[in-house]
């Protein structure tokens, strides 16, 4: 007579489910490398050889998803040392940003209109915000310098992504593109 299964020894040893920095890591490397359709919970299950199911232990849906995979990105770079000077501080934040959101070109849609409140995105958006206000002490006003600047950057991000995408598509580079007109 046989062991009951309840005392059998497990012979095939569970593999570990994955964290939750593994999961929003590669969610990232797919939404980088395939767009933000790409990614979805079966997905990024398979991708990591787990069920699905074992993900929604830790991330309740793909929005939830999101909103790590956007926090994860804007704490990627290292942010500027604020200096007093509103020019070049705001500057040095637009360049930061900039860097950032060329990294993952699915992060301009995601943040246009979303707001993000995780740590990273709070600590970028309170250097900004300080230095906004060595340029004005009034809060609203500093807050809408940030918002302008945000603003900015995202619009020129999306043309140059645009442009970067057009030129993959037709295999043309941007000096050929203009030596045509």
Do not use: C, K
Not at 46 to 61: E, H, I, K, M, P
Not at 82 to 91: A, I, K, S, Y
Not at 107 to 120: H, K, Q, S
Request: no cysteine; proline share 4%.
């Amino acid at each position: 007579m046989g062991d009951l299964v309840w005392t059998r020894p497990n012979l095939m040893p569970r593999r570990r489910a994955p964290s939750v920095e593994e999961i929003v890591t590669r969610a990232i490397l797919v939404a980088d490398d395939e767009g933000i359709a790409a990614v979805s919970m079966r997905r990024i299950a398979a991708d990591l050889g787990s069920g699905t199911a074992s993900l929604y232990r830790y991330v309740t849906n793909r929005d939830e998803l999101l909103d790590l995979m956007i926090d994860a990105v804007r704490g990627e770079t290292a942010q500027p040392e604020l200096t007093g000077d509103w020019r070049v501080d705001l500057t040095a934040v637009a360049r930061n940003m900039r860097t950032g959101l060329l990294g993952h070109p699915w992060l301009v849609a995601e943040l246009t209109g979303r707001p993000t409140l995780g740590p990273n995105s709070l600590r970028r958006h309170d250097i900004a915000l300080g230095a906004a206000l060595a340029l004005t002490p009034d809060i609203t006003t500093a807050a809408r310098v940030v918002e302008i600047v945000n603003a900015f950057v995202f619009g020129v991000v999306a043309a140059e992504i645009a442009e970067l995408q057009a030129q993959r598509r037709t295999g043309q580079t941007e000096e050929i593109g203009r030596a045509h007109v």
